[in-house]
């Protein structure tokens, strides 16, 4: 295998197939990016639950393949000069790179021990495409929502969800749902649950810029087509739960309030609630147009008022501060609109006349 191509390109392909990369793992494979060199060169990152294909731009002199260890090798040429970069192997699985009067050697391994991700190819017609500063809002609005080391893997996960020109993404973790909608021009339908680390790694390589992605979803796995690479992540293949009857049936209670006025009251209880071993709940006492945050731990307490438009009865409710805090930050809106029953059912916090954010929290029993 003989290539040549610049510092630049391939400093942003290694950083991006990386993210697939185990840093450890029992095979030596898996902490590898494979180099596949044909009539174009491919760099691919594989940890057996999701993989990511780049296509670099590269002149190639020879065809070939190799293993190469991925920490090791993207140290190496970030070290490089900006500028042309050769990168050759031996009979030996050595690999050699060249960059002005640098020259480095590195054991590479057999490239047929390596598992070679099934791919959805790109010239299938894709499901929709959008923005990928949206989806990766989108994914940020709702991931803390999914539960961490939970026996229920279902609850590891997001639901991906399309229909009736409508992407939503759907995320439980038992104590709380985080709900995103966005309208998308497609006519196409699909429900995937999408593992909340394949969602990190997507995090970690959507850009700033206004380009967009294409999304294909099969019953096993989903791809994340890029301009130069996709992500390929297993399904967590189980039915979804029934998160609709989460939603509060009836409205008791509707108040409407500024949401910065109630996130920072919330916000200064913290102190108090992160030095108290009891991890105190935050309580909200609604009545009058007016709602009272309380807080008492055994390191304090806070008393505060907002001001709020009441539609139905006096209600006081506790919560955990962190979902409730979570929540808040990720609506970007000035006014929010939160829905009760009782001190002991869910709370429902939306924006006034739209669908688009919806985030539901069970209450704290209060003492």
């Not at 003989?2 to 450890?24: D, H, M």
């Not at 490239?111 to 959008?130: C, L, M, R």
């Not at 991931?143 to 961490?148: D, E, L, M």
Request: charged share 25%; hydrophobic share 40%.
């Amino acid at each position: 295998m003989k290539i040549i191509c610049s510092k630049s390109n391939l400093t942003e392909a290694v950083g991006i197939v990386q993210k697939a990369v185990s840093s450890r793992s029992p095979s030596p494979v898996l902490e590898c990016i494979l180099f596949d060199c044909e009539d174009s060169v491919r760099l691919i990152g594989n940890n057996l639950d999701s993989s990511i294909e780049y296509c670099l731009d590269a002149q190639v002199i020879d065809k070939g393949k190799i293993l190469v260890p991925a920490k090791l090798f993207g140290e190496l040429i970030r070290s490089l000069d900006d500028d042309d970069v050769l990168i050759e192997t031996d009979d030996n699985m050595n690999l050699r790179i060249m960059c002005r009067n640098s020259k480095f050697s590195v054991s590479g391994l057999n490239p047929s021990d390596f598992p070679v991700p099934e791919t959805i190819q790109k010239s299938e017609t894709p499901d929709f495409e959008i923005a990928q500063t949206l989806l990766r809002d989108m994914i940020r609005q709702t991931i803390f929502s999914t539960a961490v080391n939970d026996s229920r893997l279902v609850l590891t996960g997001s639901l991906f969800n399309l229909e009736d020109g409508h992407f939503q993404i759907v995320a439980v973790d038992g104590f709380r749902l985080a709900l995103r909608r966005e309208a998308v021009e497609s006519d196409k339908t699909f429900s995937v649950i999408i593992p909340a680390k394949a969602q990190n790694e997507l995090l970690s390589i959507l850009n700033e810029k206004e380009e967009t992605l294409f999304i294909k979803a099969t019953e096993e796995k989903t791809a994340f087509f890029f301009e130069n690479y996709t992500l390929i992540t297993k399904n967590i293949i189980t039915e979804y739960i029934n998160y609709k009857q989460t939603f509060p049936q009836t409205r008791d209670l509707v108040v409407s309030c500024a949401l910065n006025d109630l996130s920072r009251a919330i916000k200064r209880a913290v102190p108090l609630i992160s030095a108290d071993t009891l991890k105190s709940p935050i309580k909200l006492h609604f009545r009058d147009d007016a709602v009272e945050v309380f807080c008492t731990t055994t390191q304090g307490n806070l008393k505060d008022e907002i001001a709020v438009s009441m539609d139905g009865s006096e209600l006081e409710i506790g919560f955990n501060h962190r979902f409730l805090l979570e929540a808040l930050d990720a609506i970007p809106a000035e006014e929010i609109e939160m829905v009760f029953n009782s001190p002991t059912t869910p709370c429902q916090i939306t924006t006034k006349d739209s669908d688009r954010f919806n985030y539901v929290i069970f209450p704290v029993r209060l003492r």
